[in-house]
């Protein structure tokens, strides 16, 4: 491998593939005998290089080795991996002839690389909200996530459960990073902080600060590229020129602790009130279950997400995971789903109500929902907060801390990555409603004013003037 010292005469008839030579923080990160390390801070420090030379000089030097590439798309996935890594391998010469056809194949279809010794390099992204479950019970040696703060934790860990096998060759997890983005807590807790939990050992985890001064390379072919860091934003040019990890913490809901405000599931007594929240879209549909007790305090109690349904189908999806004996006051739905469609003429709201479930319309003032989340969020009187989540909710467990300040609006969360959001926006529907449906739940308590029975089975309950109101 080239990197491991000074590069060796050419044997005639011996393939030659030179991998360039690295700079000491790069020799740091292709030496490393870690299980995880990550590489990471500036921005334009050589990482994505780190990783090509890495993965091919593994795949020259551990025959039979099975290699994973990830990064969050497929088009950076293309630019900055499989283009480039596809390049230097064709810089392979034999007898100062092009070789890098008798050195490896690489498959389109499967994004895989394969080598002549039996090394293969797939290549993978997590565009969409389950992809990192298709990886679950398949088994890599070596597993590199570019730019991993663009990760949740979560998926580190699905994707770390996948180093195995029966072979010699050691399991590695190669990881480079930046501050910011939805896995910035999670990467600087391991590797910056060193902050371990239980069963995490810190002698697995390495991290090498990487600066763009690091990069003579860059500075040599783009003399400029500091002078472009140092005209941004003060906490994008801390994170990005100087690799800070304060600088960009970004976490909306800090308060959000596992230990705090996740329980075990419980008996719900019947009496609490029932309420479904949903967002809706043919990417996603997501919907909560949350019974609220007599002091208020609202317990989410089940969840589900599923790409993919048509309307239809996620009603019966909702109602079939609601128990016969679950009486739901109300099926709360952002404001969106009362637009008349194109096509139909109709609402999405009409087209649920047809289908078995009346929705009540939420308000999608996000600022204000976000900031209510918060205050239910909050310790109360007794010290515990006005919101609690069961284990049953893994998917709210893990996104809603994961969710970050939007870079337009600090009082808003971001966006992006957009498979986290739909579940936390059901979630700021129902605090929403529920706040602003405080008067309202009084009346209901009146028995003249109770819909008929078609109305509690099918709709959740009777309808009110919101409800009624589609514009």
Same mark, same amino acid.
């Given at each position: 491998?080239?990197?491991?010292?000074?590069?060796?005469?050419?044997?005639?008839?011996?393939?030659?593939?030179?991998?360039?030579?690295?700079?000491?923080?790069?020799?740091?990160?292709?030496?490393?005998?870690?299980?995880?390390?990550?590489?990471?801070?500036? @921005?334009?420090?050589?990482?994505?290089? *780190?990783?090509?030379?890495?993965?091919?000089?593994?795949?020259?030097?551990?025959?039979?080795?099975?290699?994973?590439?990830?990064?969050?798309?497929?088009?950076?996935?293309?630019?900055?991996?499989?283009?480039?890594?596809?390049?230097?391998?064709?810089?392979?010469?034999?007898?100062?002839?092009?070789?890098?056809?008798?050195?490896?194949?690489?498959?389109?279809?499967?994004?895989?690389?394969?080598?002549?010794?039996?090394?293969?390099?797939?290549f993978g992204h997590l565009q969409s909200a389950n992809a990192v479950t298709?990886?679950?019970?398949?088994?890599?040696?070596?597993?590199?996530?570019?730019?991993?703060?663009?990760?949740?934790?979560?998926?580190?860990?699905?994707?770390?459960?996948?180093?195995?096998?029966?072979?010699?060759?050691?399991?590695?997890?190669?990881?480079?990073?930046?501050?910011?983005?939805?896995?910035?807590?999670?990467?600087?807790?391991?590797?910056?902080?060193?902050?371990?939990?239980?069963?995490?050992?810190?002698?697995?985890?390495?991290?090498?600060?990487?600066?763009?001064?690091?990069?003579?390379?860059?500075?040599?072919?783009?003399?400029?590229?500091?002078?472009?860091?140092?005209?941004?934003?003060?906490?994008? @040019?801390?994170?990005?020129?100087?690799?800070?990890?304060? *600088?960009?913490?970004?976490?909306?809901?800090?308060?959000?602790?596992?230990?705090?405000?996740?329980?075990?599931?419980?008996?719900?007594?019947?009496?609490?009130?029932?309420?479904?929240?949903?967002?809706?879209?043919?990417?996603?549909?997501?919907?909560?279950?949350?019974?609220?007790?007599?002091?208020?305090?609202?317990?989410?109690? @089940?969840?589900?997400?599923?790409?993919?349904?048509?309307?239809?189908?996620?009603?019966?999806?909702?109602?079939?995971?609601?128990?016969?004996?679950?009486?739901?006051?109300?099926?709360?739905?952002?404001?969106?789903?009362?637009?008349?469609?194109?096509?139909?003429? @109709?609402?999405?709201?009409?087209?649920?109500?047809?289908?078995?479930?009346?929705?009540?319309? *939420?308000?999608?003032?996000?600022?204000?929902?976000?900031?209510?989340?918060?205050?239910?969020?909050?310790?109360?009187?007794?010290?515990?907060?006005?919101?609690?989540?069961?284990?049953?909710?893994?998917?709210?467990?893990?996104?809603?801390? *994961?969710?970050?300040?939007?870079?337009?609006?600090?009082?808003?969360?971001?966006?992006?990555?957009?498979?986290?959001?739909?579940?936390?926006?059901?979630?700021?529907?129902?605090?929403?409603?529920?706040?602003?449906?405080?008067?309202?739940?009084?009346?209901?308590?009146?028995?003249?004013?109770?819909?008929?029975?078609?109305?509690?089975?099918?709709?959740?309950?009777?309808?009110?003037e919101g409800y009624l109101m589609y514009s």
């Amino acid at each position: 491998m080239a990197h491991r010292g000074a590069p060796r005469k050419a044997v005639k008839g011996e393939i030659k593939l030179d991998l360039g030579r690295p700079n000491p923080k790069q020799a740091r990160f292709l030496a490393s005998n870690h299980r995880y390390t990550a590489y990471g801070g500036a @921005r334009g420090g050589g990482k994505s290089w *780190a990783v090509r030379v890495k993965g091919v000089g593994g795949a020259l030097y551990y025959p039979g080795i099975k290699i994973l590439m990830l990064r969050r798309t497929y088009p950076e996935l293309e630019n900055t991996i499989i283009s480039p890594l596809i390049e230097l391998l064709n810089t392979a010469a034999l007898d100062g002839k092009p070789a890098g056809d008798r050195l490896f194949t690489y498959n389109a279809t499967m994004r895989t690389l394969f080598f002549a010794n039996g090394s293969m390099i797939k290549f993978g992204h997590l565009q969409s909200a389950n992809a990192v479950t298709e990886y679950q019970g398949q088994e890599y040696d070596w597993i590199f996530m570019d730019e991993a703060t663009h990760f949740t934790e979560w998926e580190f860990r699905v994707l770390a459960a996948t180093l195995r096998g029966v072979n010699k060759i050691p399991k590695r997890m190669y990881l480079t990073c930046n501050p910011g983005g939805v896995g910035h807590l999670w990467v600087k807790r391991l590797f910056v902080e060193r902050d371990f939990r239980a069963g995490e050992n810190p002698k697995d985890y390495l991290f090498i600060p990487a600066t763009v001064e690091d990069n003579t390379a860059l500075m040599d072919h783009s003399p400029d590229y500091i002078q472009m860091l140092d005209l941004l934003p003060d906490d994008l @040019r801390a994170a990005h020129r100087y690799g800070d990890w304060d *600088a960009m913490a970004g976490q909306f809901f800090a308060e959000f602790r596992r230990e705090t405000h996740v329980v075990k599931p419980f008996l719900l007594p019947q009496e609490w009130p029932r309420y479904r929240a949903i967002d809706y879209g043919l990417d996603m549909f997501a919907c909560l279950w949350v019974a609220v007790d007599f002091g208020g305090r609202a317990w989410v109690y @089940r969840e589900v997400q599923q790409p993919g349904l048509i309307v239809s189908d996620a009603a019966a999806l909702m109602r079939g995971l609601t128990l016969p004996e679950e009486r739901i006051e109300y099926t709360i739905a952002p404001p969106d789903l009362w637009s008349t469609q194109k096509d139909t003429g @109709r609402t999405m709201a009409e087209v649920f109500a047809r289908n078995g479930v009346g929705l009540a319309r *939420a308000s999608n003032s996000r600022v204000q929902g976000w900031l209510t989340l918060k205050e239910y969020l909050k310790p109360g009187a007794d010290g515990r907060p006005n919101l609690l989540v069961t284990e049953d909710c893994p998917c709210i467990i893990r996104n809603l801390p *994961a969710l970050r300040h939007s870079d337009k609006n600090p009082s808003d969360c971001a966006t992006e990555p957009h498979d986290i959001t739909h579940i936390c926006d059901a979630l700021r529907y129902f605090v929403q409603f529920r706040t602003l449906g405080a008067i309202r739940q009084a009346v209901r308590e009146e028995p003249e004013e109770r819909g008929e029975d078609y109305d509690d089975a099918m709709c959740g309950g009777a309808a009110d003037e919101g409800y009624l109101m589609y514009s």
